[in-house]
């Protein structure tokens, strides 16, 4: 049985493909695009469905549209019709009243919810003329398209793919349709909730204003609100403090401050940083932290479970997760890569596929790593050099010369296997450079035009970990912090945050051998086996998708060289 997953209600639009419950691909909308995000999350967005990443995902099953037996969507609309499903007209303000940037578009819900109401005839009939041999002739089944409530989306993509066969589930979110926070205890293939937080109470939102007053692009730019946080003082924690109501029954409300009265003037775009900016940074991350620690500790009474999975956007602050991991409340906490909203597809999906396979279905799939987007062969990059004219040399032993550059504190573009899914780079879509050079952090702050207050991430080997960083454990997909030991900071200092910590990747052999076996290389050159990680895009863009997008980055980029496949490219 083939289930579709889809998300397209709000932003990081994403589709995935599960067939009798195991994940066979999974892709955002961006990397074929190259449109951040996908799309932005306002009502007139809704429509757009994530045609690119739903092909890829037929392609990858080698299906036709029409062969897909069910349809999930991580959105329920009816969760807000209140009865009036069967009506046929809606009605829209010609002009929308004037409105502060926090408060919600509700002038336009109607809008957004027809959207949502069409998407199986916008799967139909919407698609781009150059799909159309995955897509002719779509159709649509009675009882084969099933909205999924939001939440319950990102409770299940928490869950099911993990290792746990019971555990606590919080899901901390901006919004869904009603709910914006959930608790829940997962057993096998059953999720039940035993509470929920609804608008416009939100953890996430309040963070998300946070974002937007300090000049950044909400439900886009809050990872480098996390970065800033670390260079800030604890000024502002009680004006937090005083904005969250935390009961005790698991619940909070949040009263819906007047930032600038608080604060004083937002800050604009590329206006310089001071120590205002830090501050409030510091205080908001603080006061979150302290939040969902309260939520978690909750949540563990409530249910004495063992093991936690978190999801929802605000499950990607690494710093928030290390919190909670740190006081020990559960034995393993366990988060999937793309915890956002993407991976409420993946949610949707394997929610269906356990809903509706058949008689007492069992887990049979763990998400042990994020490889699940579109790869190319070396065969297939070799051809695209060729045709494209560009220079390359051949490698035989790709790890050892890789190391060799990267010990010469080269810059490389590194393009290997099938892409990530989720947010961040994991060894397949990344730059690799040392982290032994000082500089090398504000190297690539300035090839990828970031803010200097931005870290740069370590990748390392699996049975090392431990060894450079306090506390360490198997950590794929980049999503929890650690102190970087005292005793090695001085060799790995560019990766070390202002705060002495790093957000690491541990890799093992199985989960991607190439970049396994280069670390090994690095550390058999220079004793370190680390390296800086960061993604394999430019200011803006998302992660490269295509040899060509890896090609058009590195070209228009100072990187030192590109490893794509087996094939070594150099601006030398």
Request: charged fraction near 20%; charge should be negative; hydrophobic fraction near 40%.
């Amino acid at each position: 049985m083939y289930t579709l997953g889809i998300n397209a209600a709000f932003h990081d639009s994403a589709a995935c493909i599960v067939k009798d419950g195991r994940l066979i691909a999974a892709a955002e909308e961006e990397r074929f695009t190259q449109i951040k995000h996908g799309k932005r999350p306002i009502p007139f967005s809704a429509y757009e469905l994530p045609y690119h990443a739903i092909d890829y995902c037929l392609q990858a099953a080698g299906i036709h549209i029409n062969e897909v037996d069910h349809m999930a969507y991580s959105f329920d609309p009816r969760l807000l019709l209140n009865g009036s499903a069967t009506k046929d007209e809606i009605q829209l303000p010609l002009r929308s009243p004037v409105q502060d940037a926090d408060n919600e578009p509700v002038a336009w819900e109607p809008l957004f919810l027809s959207y949502i109401l069409n998407a199986p005839a916008h799967l139909v009939d919407g698609y781009p003329h150059h799909l159309q041999e995955r897509f002719y002739q779509a159709r649509v089944r009675p009882g084969h398209w099933h909205f999924i409530d939001h939440h319950l989306a990102h409770a299940a993509s928490a869950f099911l793919p993990s290792p746990f066969h019971e555990a606590a589930i919080l899901t901390l979110d901006g919004r869904g349709e009603q709910a914006t926070t959930t608790f829940n205890v997962g057993t096998g293939t059953d999720i039940q909730r035993i509470r929920q937080v609804n608008m416009p109470h939100s953890l996430g939102l309040l963070y998300e204003r946070v974002t937007r007053h300090l000049g950044f692009l909400h439900s886009s730019d809050e990872y480098r609100v996390m970065a800033l946080a670390s260079f800030g003082k604890p000024v502002f924690v009680n004006d937090f403090r005083e904005m969250i109501t935390l009961n005790n029954d698991g619940t909070y409300t949040i009263s819906q401050e007047d930032f600038t009265r608080r604060f004083g003037a937002a800050r604009q775009r590329g206006a310089p940083f001071t120590s205002h900016h830090f501050n409030i940074a510091h205080s908001a991350q603080i006061v979150l932290q302290e939040a969902a620690l309260e939520l978690a500790s909750w949540l563990k009474k409530e249910t004495g479970q063992q093991h936690l999975c978190l999801a929802g956007g605000v499950a990607l602050n690494c710093v928030l997760n290390a919190c909670i991991r740190d006081a020990k409340l559960f034995k393993e906490i366990w988060i999937q890569p793309a915890a956002g909203d993407a991976g409420t597809a993946l949610g949707a999906a394997l929610w269906a596929d356990a809903q509706l396979r058949g008689d007492e279905p069992v887990r049979n799939f763990k998400m042990e790593h994020a490889f699940w987007g579109p790869g190319y062969t070396d065969e297939a990059i070799e051809n695209f050099l060729k045709w494209t004219k560009t220079p390359y040399k051949k490698l035989t032993d790709i790890a050892t010369e890789t190391a060799s550059l990267l010990a010469q504190g080269r810059i490389i573009g590194w393009y290997q296997g099938r892409m990530e899914f989720g947010p961040r780079a994991l060894g397949a879509r990344s730059i690799l450079a040392s982290p032994i050079m000082p500089s090398m952090q504000d190297r690539l702050n300035e090839l990828k035009d970031r803010e200097d207050f931005r870290p740069v991430a370590p990748v390392v080997l699996e049975e090392e970990a431990a060894n450079w960083f306090e506390a360490a454990h198997v950590s794929p997909f980049m999503l929890f912090t650690h102190q970087v030991r005292p005793e090695v900071r001085n060799r790995i200092p560019a990766v070390c945050h202002v705060d002495g910590s790093a957000r690491i990747q541990t890799i093992n052999r199985e989960q991607h051998p190439r970049y396994y076996e280069t670390l090994r290389a690095f550390q058999s050159l220079t004793g370190v086996p680390i390296l800086v990680n960061t993604s394999f895009n430019s200011l803006g863009k998302p992660i490269v998708c295509t040899p060509r997008d890896a090609l058009e980055c590195f070209w228009t980029t100072p990187f030192d060289d590109l490893i794509i496949g087996n094939c070594h490219v150099s601006k030398s």
